[in-house]
């Protein structure tokens, strides 16, 4: 377990914040065992996910994708939310104003105790129709077969945002309302590079918000905040959490 050197300034600005919010990322979950998409266990670079995240891939070969899909709701039934959530979920119970806007799609951070989540690219566990758009969850897939139908007749798939689709208005708009009021922004494993949720940081920088960086490489944006922490966010959140507590039961003595 290493050791971080946390400043005055942001102890300080985490103690006396009302509003923080945090953009997450598949290193978040990387602890829990799902190997994130870029990062040196990413899994895109083997099965070339971009392809696979697409409606063409989709509407050409649907059962490839699926299968995809069902490969890796396997793996997240069989993981469990780690400290990185957990304090996530601490901070939630203690801001009066405390959201998270997420780019997985996991549903860690409700299995950890968060519920002020906007999922920017959807929930893998949730599935919908390409046409009439009815959620239809509880469908089976086994490798070989067809997939799924709806009673409409139309193709069920994850109910994810793929590349050069939308995101759902409401949840991207909450997730710029957040950023541009918060007073400490955390964007935290994410490698920064997937839009429109790489811009959040940016946004909440320009409104006045301290910036924090928790990646365990550099990204795009480790020289746009105000503080940049690499290593891994099971073992640095938990930490400056602590530290964070520790200042506020001082302050009550
Ligand atoms: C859209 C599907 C338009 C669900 C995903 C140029 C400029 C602006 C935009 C674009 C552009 N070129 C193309 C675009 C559009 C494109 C885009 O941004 N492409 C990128 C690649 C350039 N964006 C889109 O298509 C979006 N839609 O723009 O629509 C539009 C407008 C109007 C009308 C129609 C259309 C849609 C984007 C959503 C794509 N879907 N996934 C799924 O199956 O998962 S994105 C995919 O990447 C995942 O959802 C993932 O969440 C997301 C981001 O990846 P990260 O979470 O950052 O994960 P990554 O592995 O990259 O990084 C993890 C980091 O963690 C690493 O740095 C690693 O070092 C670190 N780490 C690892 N372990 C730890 C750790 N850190 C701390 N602790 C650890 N233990
Ligand atoms: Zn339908």
């Excluded at 409606?55 to 050409?60: I, L, S």
């Excluded at 906007?118 to 070989?144: A, M, Q, S, T, Y």
């Amino acid at each position: 377990m290493s050791h971080f050197y946390f400043s005055n300034t942001l102890v300080e600005k985490l103690s006396t914040a009302r509003h923080v919010v945090a953009l997450t990322g598949a290193g978040i979950s990387a602890e829990s065992g799902i190997a994130t998409f870029r990062g040196a266990d990413g899994i895109w670079k083997k099965l070339k996910p971009e392809e696979l995240a697409s409606m063409e891939t989709f509407m050409c070969n649907p059962d490839l994708v699926w299968e995809w899909y069902e490969y890796r709701r396997k793996i997240i039934h069989n993981v469990t939310p780690n400290s990185g959530h957990y304090t996530l979920a601490k901070m939630e119970k203690y801001y009066p104003y405390f959201s998270i806007s997420t780019q997985n799609v996991d549903g860690l951070h409700f299995r950890a105790g968060n519920k002020n989540v906007f999922e920017l690219h959807g929930n893998i566990l949730r599935n919908r129709c390409v046409v009439c758009g009815r959620k239809v969850n509880d469908v089976e897939f086994k490798k070989g077969e067809k997939i799924p139908r709806c009673e409409c007749g139309g193709m069920i798939r994850p109910d994810v945002v793929w590349f050069g689709e939308m995101l759902t208005p409401e949840v991207l708009y909450a997730s710029f309302e957040e950023a541009a009021t918060a007073d400490v922004y955390f964007s935290i494993g994410t490698s920064a590079v997937v839009y429109p949720a790489a811009m959040l940081p940016a946004e909440a920088k320009k409104n006045g918000a301290y910036v924090v960086e928790i990646n365990l490489e550099p990204t795009p944006l480790s020289t746009q905040v105000d503080e940049s922490f690499l290593g891994k966010v099971g073992e640095i959140l938990p930490q400056l959490w602590q530290l964070v507590e520790m200042k506020n039961n001082q302050d009550c003595e």
